[in-house]
């Protein structure tokens, strides 16, 4: 399928506002959320992962990112075997 430039422009028309918004919002309460992060476990982030809904506040922007690394951090300090547990105890229900 080939778009139309008219169809990219009007695609990126309405995704800037919730760019916007997304720096504007989540920018306020960053570094409360960056501590809320902090304290989580790998089972706490992983189940975040698996289980907020599409447009959660840790998933967009700056703190996406910072909540991938706290995430890569706690993974790495375990065992894989650990790991794995974790995700088995988590599931991919709720």
């Known amino acids: 399928m080939n778009l139309s430039t008219q169809q990219i422009a009007a695609a990126i028309t309405r995704l800037a506002p919730l760019e916007v918004a997304a720096q504007t919002t989540f920018g306020k309460d960053i570094e409360e959320n960056k501590q809320a992060i ?7 982030l992983l189940h975040h ?5 599409v447009g959660h506040k840790f998933f967009a922007g700056p703190l996406g990112v910072y909540f991938g690394k706290k995430m890569e951090e706690r993974r790495s300090a375990m065992s894989p075997a650990d790991a794995v547990a974790v995700s088995k105890f988590i599931g991919w229900t709720e």
Request: glycine content about 0%; proline content about 0%; cysteine-free.
């Open 49 to 53: 992962w698996r289980f907020s809904h």
């Open 38 to 44: 902090d304290k989580m476990s790998y089972a706490e």
